[in-house]
């Protein structure tokens, strides 16, 4: 272990050495031999004189009356807070303001079952969950304060959406009971979250949604929705995502449930309409469809108008992004089935004007996400060891590699708003 | 952990007090050896730990937090017997990583070996707050009932528990690296 590793490995190997170290079992003979200590001694008897003081009539009294107010005390708090609580889950959701660019803050991401933390050039790399949960699919909230993750007790166990800071403190399991959960969505207020999953009963998953004020899951539209990866519009309103069923196509939906319909006209199979994303002002989507190897990138309006692939000189096409200033939308390139991709193509907001960053091998398919400054993509290399890779989108600075062993392929990049 | 055993154990029962110190003693005995990492301490912090809960049981106002509570009881214990450690140092006593049989694949035994200084250089109250937080997983607020300190001082004094084990390995791989290049010459 060389001194950068253990100074970025310190919290992990820590709670490995201790694992290791643990033992079920205490001494045989040492329950006896205490056993005897005790026998000898003696239980301090005046602490057994409070409650027969507490027994006598002036103190209980004075206790009742006590009790009674605080219980008012506790009665009033409570009302005060649930009117608070009332007023802010019936307002109607916020519109966000229009996207701008925003400093870039930590990555997070998952490797060997926890969610870890890096600065964008890789130092600081360091793990915010422990203990023996498998845990992934890290995703930042819009206003980098929490992150989402997805996290399994055990093999067999059934898996729960959580919720913690950036330190890992304050974590709340806001879903349980979950089989096959997809990556998480934060809705633009970050007051609820989006995310596929197969309920209790259900074979095909289904659009899930939980609020973060009331954590109890529900879903959304038909119980044979087969919906995949959800993606919250800008404003709030709508639902777009993959249906698989009865045929692959990008859907959307309303928050509550209404208004369920088909975008896409164009057919699509393998890992085509996965990963769809919206343009800041909401007005777009850009998804991936055709044949397993051979997919397009195209855009489509929000009422399913102008449905228009781009240009691309590779084979196969993937895992589109809009930048957060909604001037560019970048995507991988391969050369066709059996070939990672090895090339970001990046566009104008219309398609035109194409440049090329040629990049190692990279996993497909894969989060392809920019920093919020719009100057660097962050993907996951197709590599022996799984690394995510920082590439500069200009190209004129090298990619940067972060170790991500046993990752999930789940990572997100936290927006900073604060001065 | 049954409330009947804790409130007939507070009455005087030893019989329900066996029955209790039954459930308590592996995971007492376990969490004393990983914050002394010295065995015979362990048993001596587990038998004082089960003596003072003894002693101090009929005062437990609420029964259900018996095992909190005789985890506080326990790191007090350790505390004690860590500075005796220090006044009484014998390596010989020490566990050490080499006979560890590691589970998780994330350390090697070399790894071990040297976490295992680096953690046995620590005070104890930095031992006592990593293993709360990285081996129990308890949330700030837990770990400072169990440790008898405010959660704000959790934080705190885990961010100095990290940068001291930090410290410590790095000086052991200058160390090692001085050795290897004695060796190559």
């Given at each position: 272990m060389d001194a950068m590793t253990?100074?970025?490995?310190?919290?992990?190997?820590?709670?490995?050495?201790?694992?290791?170290?643990?033992?079920?079992?205490?001494?045989?003979?040492?329950?006896?031999?205490?056993?005897?200590?005790?026998?000898?001694?003696?239980?301090?008897?005046?602490?057994?004189?409070?409650?027969?003081?507490?027994?006598?009539?002036?103190?209980?009294?004075l206790w009742t009356v006590t009790r009674t107010v605080a219980i008012a005390i506790v009665i009033g708090l409570l009302s005060a807070l649930a009117l608070m609580l009332a007023l802010v889950v019936g307002s109607p959701q916020l519109i966000p303001?229009?996207?701008?660019?925003?400093?870039?803050?930590?990555?997070?991401?998952?490797?060997?079952?926890?969610?870890?933390?890096?600065?964008?050039?890789?130092?600081?790399?360091?793990?915010?969950?422990?203990?023996?949960?498998?845990?992934?699919?890290?995703?930042?909230?819009?206003?980098?304060?929490?992150?989402?993750y997805v996290s399994q007790h055990g093999a067999l166990a059934p898996l729960e959406v959580r919720v913690i800071d950036e330190r890992g403190d304050n974590g709340v399991t806001v879903a349980r009971v979950l089989t096959d959960p997809g990556p998480i969505d934060w809705s633009p207020n970050d007051r609820n979250l989006a995310f596929s999953a197969k309920l209790e009963g259900s074979l095909l998953p289904q659009l899930v949604l939980v609020s973060l004020d009331r954590p109890e899951a529900h879903s959304i539209g038909p119980a044979d929705l087969g919906a995949r990866d959800p993606i919250w519009s800008p404003d709030g309103r709508d639902i777009a995502?993959?249906?698989?069923?009865?045929?692959?196509?990008?859907?959307?939906?309303?928050?509550?449930?209404?208004?369920?319909?088909?975008?896409?006209?164009?057919?699509?199979?393998?890992?085509?309409?996965?990963?769809?994303?919206?343009?800041?002002?909401?007005?777009?989507?850009?998804?991936?469809?055709?044949?397993?190897?051979?997919?397009?990138?195209?855009?489509?309006?929000?009422?399913?108008?102008?449905?228009?692939?781009?240009?691309?000189?590779?084979?196969?096409?993937?895992?589109?992004?809009?930048?957060?200033?909604?001037?560019?939308?970048?995507?991988?390139?391969?050369?066709?089935?059996?070939?990672?991709?090895?090339?970001i193509v990046i566009v104008d907001r219309d398609g035109s004007n194409a440049r090329f960053l040629e990049t190692p091998p990279l996993l497909e398919p894969a989060v392809l996400a920019w920093?919020?400054?719009?100057?660097?993509?962050?993907?996951?290399?197709?590599?022996?060891?799984?690394?995510?890779?920082?590439?500069?989108?200009?190209?004129?600075?090298?990619?940067?590699?972060?170790p991500a062993a046993s990752s999930f392929g789940g990572a997100s990049w936290q927006r900073l708003t604060s001065p | 952990m049954e409330r009947d055993i804790v409130e007939r154990a507070q009455h005087g029962d030893r019989e329900a007090f066996q029955a209790l110190a039954e459930e308590l003693i592996n995971r007492l005995y376990n969490l004393a050896q990983l914050m002394l990492n010295d065995r015979d301490l362990a048993e001596d912090a587990v038998q004082e730990t089960l003596v003072e809960t003894w002693r101090d049981l009929p005062g437990l106002r609420d029964p259900d937090r018996v095992q909190a509570w005789v985890h506080q009881i326990l790191v007090r214990a350790v505390y004690r017997l860590a500075k005796r450690e220090r006044r009484q140092l014998d390596p010989r006593r020490f566990i050490s990583a080499n006979g560890l049989t590691s589970p998780d694949p994330a350390i090697s035994v070399g790894d071990a070996d040297q976490i295992d200084r680096g953690f046995r250089h620590l005070k104890p109250e930095y031992r006592a707050v990593l293993v709360a937080k990285h081996y129990l997983g308890l949330p700030d607020e837990a770990a400072g009932i169990m440790l008898g300190i405010p959660a704000g001082t959790v934080k705190s004094r885990l961010n100095r528990a990290t940068a001291a084990m930090r410290a410590e390995l790095e000086a052991g791989a200058r160390a090692r690296d001085t050795v290897a290049r004695g060796w190559t010459r």
């Open positions: 253990s100074s970025n490995d310190v919290d992990l190997e820590l709670a490995a050495y201790l694992r290791a170290r643990s033992t079920r079992h205490a001494p045989e003979g040492l329950l006896d031999a205490t056993m005897v200590r005790v026998e000898s001694g003696r239980q301090r008897g005046w602490l057994r004189v409070v409650p027969q003081v507490l027994d006598s009539g002036s103190v209980r009294q303001p229009t996207p701008t660019l925003a400093r870039p803050g930590l990555i997070t991401f998952d490797a060997a079952g926890r969610i870890w933390v890096a600065e964008r050039d890789g130092s600081g790399r360091h793990p915010i969950t422990f203990g023996p949960a498998l845990d992934s699919g890290p995703v930042w909230s819009h206003d980098g304060t929490r992150i989402a995502f993959e249906r698989a069923n009865p045929e692959d196509g990008l859907w959307i939906i309303g928050v509550d449930g209404s208004g369920l319909r088909r975008l896409s006209t164009v057919s699509g199979s393998g890992e085509a309409f996965r990963r769809p994303a919206w343009s800041p002002d909401g007005r777009r989507i850009v998804f991936r469809a055709g044949g397993d190897g051979a997919h397009r990138i195209f855009t489509i309006d929000r009422d399913g108008r102008n449905e228009r692939p781009l240009d691309s000189p590779f084979l196969d096409n993937g895992s589109p992004a809009w930048s957060p200033d909604g001037s560019a939308i970048a995507w991988t390139g391969s050369a066709g089935p059996g070939n990672p991709p090895h090339e920093s919020p400054d719009a100057r660097r993509l962050l993907t996951f290399l197709d590599d022996q060891h799984t690394s995510l890779v920082v590439l500069d989108a200009t190209g004129r600075d090298g990619p940067i590699r972060i | -």
